[in-house]
């Protein structure tokens, strides 16, 4: 790997984090498709594919969660983290 992609990928990790920080805040709470949004790129970016069993069916948050994780299933972890970075500068920009 070169020195430009390594630095890349850190300046990545870097604004992926600092996004996660600044979501918390956000002028308003997004919509809820948003949240799930937010969190599957959240979670892609974070930890790769989705694992672990889906939830019962009663539990509809969970449930969502999981499914909309599971939407993004073979998604690279540093593009889900580039839509992550993305989608919290503009929720930022719609204040």
């Known amino acids: 790997m070169s020195a430009t992609a390594a630095s890349n990928m850190s300046d990545l990790a870097l604004e992926f984090e600092q996004a996660t920080s600044d979501v918390q805040l956000l002028a308003q709470r997004?919509?809820?498709?948003?949240?799930?949004?937010?969190?599957?790129?959240?979670?892609?970016?974070?930890?790769?594919?989705v694992s672990g069993a889906k939830p019962g069916f009663f539990d509809f948050?969970?449930?969502?969660?999981?499914?909309?994780?599971?939407?993004?299933?073979?998604?690279?972890?540093?593009?889900?983290?580039?839509?992550?970075?993305?989608?919290?500068?503009?929720?930022?920009?719609?204040?």
């Open 61 to 95: 948050v969970g449930t969502a969660k999981y499914e909309a994780w599971a939407r993004l299933r073979g998604m690279p972890e540093d593009e889900a983290r580039q839509k992550y970075v993305e989608l919290v500068r503009k929720l930022e920009s719609e204040k």
């Open 30 to 49: 997004p919509d809820n498709d948003t949240l799930l949004k937010l969190y599957a790129l959240y979670k892609q970016g974070s930890r790769g594919d």
